[in-house]
């Protein structure tokens, strides 16, 4: 059971990710950018579910923040937004490994994450 940070500050696309990730995984969940950083470093978990468009801090900023400390530039993260052109903007962010695009389905989520926390 892999421990999963969620940045997302839907509820409805929490509950989602909660249905279909939560009964095989941790699942710690925070709707704001600013708190994002200081429960990574506190809960260590295996992957970043991180939304771009978020209260407090944005995900370009949490992406950076996450990057410039030793112990958490290696957590891989996978991107979340609605905004589909944002993808080329993280192209060539070490630390993410994946994009999806909203809405996504539940197979696509499902399969994105298991091939990173396969690959770990």
Known sequence: ???ILV???????MDLIGMVLGKNHEL???PNG???VNMAKVSEPALILLDIMLPGLDGFS????????????KIPIIMMTSKSQM???FKTSPNVVGF?????SIK???EKVNAVLNQS
């Open 34 to 36: 600013s708190q994002a």
């Open 7 to 13: 940045v997302e500050d839907e509820q409805m696309i």
């Open 100 to 104: 999806i695009a909203k809405p996504f």
């Open 108 to 110: 696509e989520l499902e």
């Open 28 to 30: 710690i969940n925070t």
């Open 62 to 73: 949490i992406q950076n923040k996450l990057y410039e400390d030793e112990e958490l530039k």
């Open 1 to 3: 059971m892999a421990k």
């Open 87 to 89: 993808e080329d903007v």
